[in-house]
């Protein structure tokens, strides 16, 4: 298993490592897979710097709000769904 780090500084300044692809992404989003499962970075002006997946390296900027695990094998769809439309789903 790759190691896995995160490095954030002032909250504007991101970089992660054990980083084996990137599965969404835009400013206010963005949506990392590891092999200890999804990260979750949420934020406004979110991108990208540095992206190098052979090494498992992410850097990325704008102002970060949220971080949050999601465990192998969850449904990254379901972000952002309110309980109502998961239970009539």
């Known amino acids: ?35 200890q499962g999804h990260i979750y970075i949420i934020g406004q002006d979110l991108h990208i710097g540095t992206l190098n997946l052979e090494q498992g390296r992410v850097a990325l900027e704008g102002n970060i709000d949220i971080i949050e695990y999601k465990a192998p094998g969850t449904d990254i769809k379901a972000k952002g769904k309110s309980i109502i439309n998961r239970l009539l789903k």
């Open 1 to 35: 298993m790759a190691e896995h780090s995160i490095k954030l500084s002032n909250r504007r300044n991101m970089e992660l490592t054990g980083i084996n692809n990137v599965n969404n992404f835009d400013e206010e989003k963005i949506i990392l897979e590891s092999e």
